[in-house]
């Protein structure tokens, strides 16, 4: 089974990260989650990008605030595709340092970036990616999606009425 490590640099992005647990253990896909600073724990954020493939991690979810390093460094270190959510932290300006951060990466280092706090869309992306190659996590986004539609369908008629 494919898994998804999903790594922020600190506790104080947890209530953002939450969303991508959630939603990828709504599609029945294992997480792993841990805090992995770029700053403060150099150490482990070499051992975690270099290894995780050998872990069976399929993706890598990434959330940081401010100067948001995290993401960058573990995809140019990792082999694994990165997803990058930018977290409005409490030292940050507006959330656009991180969206840049992580935005704006050199040729070679690709992140997939996501909204400022958008860590759903990551957990949504990161499934996708799995289901490419995953039957089982394709048919439980293609009928999420599905309920998507049924719901803005539903609103819709209501406004008729």
Known sequence: MSKVAIIMGSISDMPVMQDAIDILKQFNVEVEVDIVSAHRTPEKLFDFSKNAHNRGISVIIA??????????????????PVIGVPVKSSNSIDGWDSVLSILQM???VPVATVALNGAKNAGILAAQIIGSHDKKVLDTIISY???????????AEGLNK
Not at 63 to 80: D, I, K, R
């Open 106 to 108: 050199p040729g070679g």
């Open 145 to 155: 999606k599905e309920e998507l539609k049924a719901a803005v369908n539903k609103a």
């Open 63 to 80: 959330g940081a605030g401010g100067a948001a390093h995290l993401p960058g460094m573990v995809a140019s270190m990792s082999p694994l």
